[in-house]
């Protein structure tokens, strides 16, 4: 049903414009917008509507039909607090799409969805980060799939109630993941929607996923299932062990992988393999764990997005949602271990003024975002979020330039690795 408009319309006089009153009121609802946090934990500081979104919102309202002007003007008053911050970020989101009949339709579904819940409950969904690490939404922890040599068993993982946001599904999707993140966090829409489907999902199928894939293949890149592959290491090592002991043959051993890989049958020799494998390793692997193999796309190899592509992915998906144009803070193939102090300055600027900050690492390589700066009791601060594990943390500038955060905070680094930054993104 179409939401009340006429009611909530300025009776202004034919001399005073449609456009007029609109923008009076509409800063009175920025500026309420802007003075509530966007989250409700200590990495929610960052204010609701920063200043890049409330001139997106600005140039939005200056744009549209003075009947879209008044029907969003409309459509915002009629909500509160927060829902009225998110509903202004969504239509900031649209400033360049208003025109299209879509977007208001997007607008108006938006608004229905948020109106009657709860200020908690709207900005845990309006964000795919982990803003509140006072609580642990997801006690899978998503860095124990790199787990592969030699693992049967599931591994345990760190109890952490900081790993609760977006993950990558694929190995190689940390690129895609951050564009993701930025997106969600640019458009409210887009966070309800990822949200809906489980944030901290490991799926390799869903929406997030989805989209994740089609950006990495659409840049050349090669998507590996995260969760499969890692299924599949641990049943080719609990297959390498029982030959190895004479407990199965080499023939039932290829048996069972070749249905494992939907290439044969669930014959006489797979399924003696399958209860050997069961039999040793407490019931590993589920009918459910050999279906999500046999329905996955295993590649020999995965492969993720270079520098280039990486920008060439944001212009193509973020731009028109935020207005921001990235370049990169270096050459090509970025900058050393310990240099990225002198752009530390350019950083928090950006981030001050409402500019999310992706990032690349060396040792591994690896994206990452930034997304919030404050001043802390030892000095700045930035927030800083990761797609491997789903982690979000404030890093002190000293761990951020020494690169010491890729271990002390999001554990990234494998033996012989010494995580560092080589390269950010800052607005062109």
């Keep these: 049903m179409p939401r009340r408009i006429a009611a909530a319309q300025p009776k202004a006089s034919p001399a005073r414009s449609a456009s007029t009153a609109p923008r009076d009121a509409l800063g009175a609802l920025l500026d309420a917008a802007a003075k509530l946090p966007r989250g409700t934990g200590p990495e929610g500081s960052e204010p609701l509507l920063n200043p890049r979104e409330a001139a997106r919102v600005r140039a939005a309202f200056q744009k549209a039909s003075p009947g ?20 202004l970020r969504a239509v900031g989101a649209r400033a360049e799409r208003l025109g299209e009949a879509s977007s208001l339709e997007t607008l108006r579904e938006f608004a229905r969805a948020v109106e009657g819940l709860d200020a908690a409950t709207l900005r845990e969904r309006a964000t795919v980060l982990d803003l509140d690490s006072s609580r642990d939404t997801n006690a899978f922890d998503a860095q124990t799939l790199w787990e592969k040599r030699g693992t049967v068993a599931a591994p345990k993982g760190r109890p952490a109630a900081d790993d609760d946001g977006l993950l990558q599904r694929f ?137 280039a592509e990486f920008q060439q992915a944001f212009d193509k998906y973020l731009r ?33 003024a409402g500019v999310d900050v992706p990032f690349g690492v060396s040792e591994p390589a690896h994206w990452m975002l930034l997304t919030a700066a404050r001043q802390g009791a030892g000095g700045r601060e930035f927030l800083v979020s990761d797609p491997d594990g789903g982690r979000t943390a404030w890093v002190t500038e000293k761990d951020l330039v020494s690169g010491a955060f890729g271990d002390k905070q999001f554990h990234l680094n494998g033996p012989g690795e010494r995580p560092y930054v080589d390269c950010f993104f800052l607005p062109a």
């Design 171 to 307: 190995t190689s999707t940390c690129g895609p993941t951050v564009l993701q993140m930025a997106l969600a966090e640019a458009d409210p829409v887009v966070a309800f929607a990822l949200n809906a489907s489980g944030r901290a999902s490991t799926s390799s199928r869903d929406a997030a996923a989805g989209f994740q894939r089609a950006v990495l293949e659409e840049f050349g890149g090669v998507a590996l299932p995260r969760h499969e592959s890692a299924l599949a290491a641990r049943l080719r090592n609990a297959l390498g062990r029982l030959a190895s002991s004479g407990e199965v043959s080499g023939e039932q051993k290829e048996s069972l992988l070749r249905y494992a890989r939907s290439a044969g049958p669930l014959d006489a020799r797979a399924r003696n393999a399958v209860h050997a494998v069961r039999t040793r390793f407490d019931g590993f692997p589920s009918d459910a764990e050999l279906q999500q193999l046999r329905t996955a796309l295993l590649p020999a190899r995965d492969e993720g997005l270079g520098t």
């Design 68 to 87: 879209a002007r008044a029907e969003l003007l409309s459509l915002a008053r009629d909500l509160r607090g927060v829902g009225q911050g998110l509903f």
């Design 320 to 352: 028109h949602v935020t207005g921001t144009q990235y370049r990169m803070t270096s050459p090509p193939d970025g900058f050393g271990r310990g240099r990225a102090g002198k752009h530390v300055d350019a950083v928090e600027r950006a981030l001050k």
